[in-house]
């Protein structure tokens, strides 16, 4: 059986850290990316994934830009967004791409994480 491949983005090395161990330890195979031109090149190059678990707020290019032109290529994997921002704007953002997108707002629990991204991946391979 193929290992569930998880692409892990976010600039702050600690949340990067904590979120790619609590994955890794699901026993997925965990791809990491610390800026937005980061994770772009790795969704271009390393894709397809099972999931993307990314940060919106990062240098260069916010996560939701990066998964918004994902989305227009034509990719369907589910995401989880993870952010700080409270506002509507960003709400709104995350909804704009489709099904199977879920925000965590920060800070958040290793077991809402755990959860959230256990609920996607079954969903994603049809469990």
């Known amino acids: 059986m193929t290992r569930i491949r998880v692409l892990v983005a976010d600039d702050d090395r600690e949340m990067l850290e904590m979120v790619s161990r609590v994955i890794d330890q699901l ?3 965990v791809i990491t ?3 937005g ?3 772009l090149e790795q969704v271009a190059e390393q894709g397809p994934f099972d999931l993307v678990v990314t940060d919106v ?3 260069w290019m916010s996560g ?3 998964m918004h032109s994902a989305r227009t290529a034509g990719m ?3 995401v989880i967004v993870i952010t700080a921002l409270r506002d ?3 709400a709104d953002q995350v909804e704009t791409l489709g099904a199977e997108v879920q925000r965590l707002n920060k ?3 290793v077991t809402k994480l755990k959860e959230t991204v256990l609920a996607l991946v079954r969903g994603g391979l049809g469990e």
């Open 27 to 29: 026993v997925f195979e």
């Open 88 to 90: 509507h704007r960003t």
């Open 64 to 66: 939701l830009q990066v």
């Open 76 to 78: 369907r994997c589910p």
């Open 57 to 59: 707020a990062m240098p």
């Open 37 to 39: 031109a980061d994770l």
């Open 107 to 109: 800070p958040f629990s």
């Open 33 to 35: 990316a610390c800026s």
